[in-house]
């Protein structure tokens, strides 16, 4: 799934109220040389093959985070069977209930061992043992998003924790291959897993646009996408490859490589040098900003003369450069305080937007992960299936680009989320409507794998036009939280799809389920202020006295 952080796009046509607005706040007076100025006349201009092989180093996270997370689509699945020779009484038909026949009278497809299901007689331990492993990775998921999150911005770094990360996610992945032997064991490998993969993209995100100038962070972020879903393509390959082995194979061949690349990020890739000037390691701070720093301008050379000096006082052990950090940095380094979420519970207004994106993301979430889960469902081959749902997100991406510029936010959100749910309660219908027994059984096929990309489609691209309107509906200050918070919500959605696509396997009830969901969750976007063509804010206040000030030139433009 696309973040689209980089994305945030300002527009020169405001209406004349938020012009009024922005008149009327104070400007800023002059500051000092700030931590974003200092990084920018280092390495803002240039971005050579250096920079991005850096960048693509540490954006293949991205690919197996997307493994980890869509791997139980293979794992997971529920086999087919047929019926044997030993089915003397006749009892046993292509539409009968595999739980209601005897055990002599049918057999599975392919060995026991290439479905957990099958390995483990699960076919018939009900919708909650089925999909309780994969709900137990997205709650890992969540947990991890709370407790890992505050380490990137404290004590480990960028880098050591997405180091840490990726170790955490690929050796659960491992253990899952070598010890799980009941469903349970592999339900608590799962809970780790995700636990691990839960900082995996923001910190790979994050430390790789960290490392350029702000002219190049779109782009750099952009690669973290791309290898998100060349990662979820690369599973139906391997899948395909390892059909009829154990799916502890699928599971081994995408954590073994995690493994040593953590190892490559450990040993070459560098820490942000903005993390490290904000915990008041310095030294460190000068050194990697020399090290990553592209050509040497006169900006340059005026910086290693002020900076890079043994300008270091003995008893402190400080350089004699001082920067000022601006508010959100000043926001990340104090994460612990929790200052930044106290603040959105603070002001109504605040929580008020919070709750209603948190729902809408609560809704794109359930069906984002959803689909690709429940593709087992449809009489559709798996692996073209698969591949044709990973394949959508680059056209959602692009997508993006062009509806956010034309049109409003809340329009397409509540449109794009409406149309996934309409398609995805279509699917029911048309199940419903022509028999699987029917001439156009296979046209019955085809328009449901049909209605299920489009649905998946318009979450993906609902999700990307969420992101980017939740950036804009926050300030500096709360902006990181805000998203996080959203983010959140969306794999808290994610948590129920397992669930609801195992009670599905004999019907198409969770089909029905996403598409009420996020038809209604798109409804919330009726408490929220249009943001198209406002500026961003800083500050909370800064936030509420501006749309304040727009409020009343708009109350005094409509009676004049």
């Given at each position: 799934m696309t973040d689209p952080a980089p994305l945030i796009l300002r527009s020169s046509s405001s209406s004349s109220s938020v012009v009024a607005a922005e008149a009327s706040l104070p400007s800023s007076g002059t500051r000092t040389s700030t931590l974003d100025d200092t990084i920018e006349r280092c390495i803002g201009d240039y971005f050579g093959w250096t920079q991005f092989l850096r960048a693509i180093l540490i954006s293949l996270a991205w690919a197996f985070d997307a493994q980890q997370t869509f791997i139980t689509v293979f794992t997971d699945v529920d086999p087919t069977w047929h019926c044997t020779r030993n089915n003397t009484t006749n009892i046993c038909s292509s539409s009968s209930q595999v739980c209601l026949l005897p055990d002599e009278a049918w057999s599975w497809d392919l060995p026991p061992y290439t479905s957990t299901i099958s390995e483990w007689s699960l076919q018939c331990a009900g919708s909650f043992l089925a999909g309780l492993p994969a709900s137990s990775f997205f709650a890992g998921c969540l947990a991890g998003g709370f407790v890992l999150a505050t380490l990137a911005d404290s004590y480990l770094g960028r880098k050591k924790l997405l180091v840490l990360s990726c170790l955490l996610m690929s050796i659960s992945g491992l253990l899952t291959a070598l010890v799980s032997t009941n469903v349970w064991?592999?339900?608590a490998l799962r809970f780790l897993c995700g636990f691990g993969r839960a900082s995996v993209g923001t910190c790979a995100l994050v430390l790789a646009t960290e490392m350029v100038g702000k002219r190049w962070r779109a782009h750099v972020g952009m690669i973290g996408f791309l290898f998100f879903t060349l990662g979820f393509l690369s599973l139906p390959l391997m899948a395909y490859l390892n059909r009829g082995s154990s799916w502890r194979v699928l599971y081994f061949w995408s954590?073994?490589?995690?493994?040593?690349?953590?190892?490559?990020?450990?040993?070459?890739?560098?820490?942000?040098?903005?993390?490290?000037?904000?915990?008041?390691?310095?030294?460190?701070?000068?050194?990697?900003?020399?090290?990553?720093?592209?050509?040497?301008?006169?900006?340059?050379?005026?910086?290693?003369?002020?900076?890079?000096?043994?300008?270091?006082?003995?008893?402190?052990?400080?350089?004699?450069?001082?920067?000022?950090?601006?508010?959100?940095?000043?926001?990340?380094?104090?994460?612990w305080n929790s200052s930044s979420y106290y603040a959105l519970w603070e002001k109504p207004w605040a929580f008020r937007r919070l709750a209603a994106v948190m729902a809408?993301?609560?809704?794109?979430?359930?069906?984002?992960?959803?689909?690709?889960?429940?593709?087992?469902?449809?009489?559709?081959?798996?692996?073209?299936?698969?591949?044709?749902?990973?394949?959508?997100?680059?056209?959602?991406?692009?997508?993006?680009?062009?509806?956010?510029?034309?049109?409003?936010?809340?329009?397409?959100?509540?449109?794009l989320s409406v149309a996934s749910g309409v398609c995805s309660c279509l699917i029911i219908v048309v199940e419903q409507v022509i028999n699987s027994n029917s001439y156009y059984y296979w046209w019955r096929n085809?328009?449901?794998?049909?209605?299920?990309?489009?649905?998946?489609?318009?979450?993906?691209?609902?999700?990307?036009?969420?992101?980017?309107?939740?950036?804009?509906?926050?300030?500096?200050?709360?902006?990181?939280?805000?998203?996080?918070?959203?983010?959140?919500?969306?794999?808290?959605?994610?948590?129920?799809?397992?669930?609801?696509?195992?009670?599905?396997?004999?019907?198409?009830?969770?089909?029905?389920?996403?598409?009420?969901?996020i038809a209604v969750s798109g409804l919330f976007v009726g408490c929220l202020p249009e943001t198209r063509g406002a500026a961003l804010c800083d500050t909370l206040d800064e936030q509420e006295h501006k749309e304040t000030l727009a409020f009343s030139a708009k109350i005094t433009q409509d009676f004049a």
């Amino acid at each position: 799934m696309t973040d689209p952080a980089p994305l945030i796009l300002r527009s020169s046509s405001s209406s004349s109220s938020v012009v009024a607005a922005e008149a009327s706040l104070p400007s800023s007076g002059t500051r000092t040389s700030t931590l974003d100025d200092t990084i920018e006349r280092c390495i803002g201009d240039y971005f050579g093959w250096t920079q991005f092989l850096r960048a693509i180093l540490i954006s293949l996270a991205w690919a197996f985070d997307a493994q980890q997370t869509f791997i139980t689509v293979f794992t997971d699945v529920d086999p087919t069977w047929h019926c044997t020779r030993n089915n003397t009484t006749n009892i046993c038909s292509s539409s009968s209930q595999v739980c209601l026949l005897p055990d002599e009278a049918w057999s599975w497809d392919l060995p026991p061992y290439t479905s957990t299901i099958s390995e483990w007689s699960l076919q018939c331990a009900g919708s909650f043992l089925a999909g309780l492993p994969a709900s137990s990775f997205f709650a890992g998921c969540l947990a991890g998003g709370f407790v890992l999150a505050t380490l990137a911005d404290s004590y480990l770094g960028r880098k050591k924790l997405l180091v840490l990360s990726c170790l955490l996610m690929s050796i659960s992945g491992l253990l899952t291959a070598l010890v799980s032997t009941n469903v349970w064991i592999y339900t608590a490998l799962r809970f780790l897993c995700g636990f691990g993969r839960a900082s995996v993209g923001t910190c790979a995100l994050v430390l790789a646009t960290e490392m350029v100038g702000k002219r190049w962070r779109a782009h750099v972020g952009m690669i973290g996408f791309l290898f998100f879903t060349l990662g979820f393509l690369s599973l139906p390959l391997m899948a395909y490859l390892n059909r009829g082995s154990s799916w502890r194979v699928l599971y081994f061949w995408s954590c073994a490589p995690t493994v040593l690349y953590s190892i490559l990020v450990h040993l070459f890739a560098y820490e942000s040098p903005r993390w490290l000037y904000v915990r008041g390691r310095k030294q460190e701070f000068l050194s990697t900003l020399k090290s990553i720093a592209t050509v040497p301008t006169p900006q340059l050379l005026d910086i290693t003369s002020s900076c890079f000096s043994n300008n270091t006082n003995s008893s402190s052990g400080t350089t004699g450069c001082e920067l000022d950090i601006d508010d959100a940095t000043r926001n990340a380094a104090n994460f612990w305080n929790s200052s930044s979420y106290y603040a959105l519970w603070e002001k109504p207004w605040a929580f008020r937007r919070l709750a209603a994106v948190m729902a809408i993301g609560f809704g794109t979430g359930m069906v984002y992960y959803g689909m690709p889960l429940g593709l087992g469902n449809l009489s559709f081959n798996l692996y073209l299936s698969v591949t044709l749902n990973a394949l959508s997100e680059f056209p959602a991406a692009f997508m993006t680009f062009f509806l956010i510029a034309t049109l409003n936010r809340k329009g397409l959100v509540l449109g794009l989320s409406v149309a996934s749910g309409v398609c995805s309660c279509l699917i029911i219908v048309v199940e419903q409507v022509i028999n699987s027994n029917s001439y156009y059984y296979w046209w019955r096929n085809a328009l449901q794998m049909v209605l299920e990309l489009a649905s998946f489609f318009s979450a993906c691209t609902g999700f990307n036009v969420l992101m980017i309107f939740t950036l804009e509906l926050f300030p500096t200050s709360v902006r990181n939280s805000a998203l996080s918070m959203v983010r959140q919500a969306v794999v808290f959605g994610g948590l129920f799809s397992p669930l609801l696509v195992a009670a599905g396997r004999n019907g198409l009830l969770s089909y029905g389920v996403f598409g009420v969901t996020i038809a209604v969750s798109g409804l919330f976007v009726g408490c929220l202020p249009e943001t198209r063509g406002a500026a961003l804010c800083d500050t909370l206040d800064e936030q509420e006295h501006k749309e304040t000030l727009a409020f009343s030139a708009k109350i005094t433009q409509d009676f004049a």
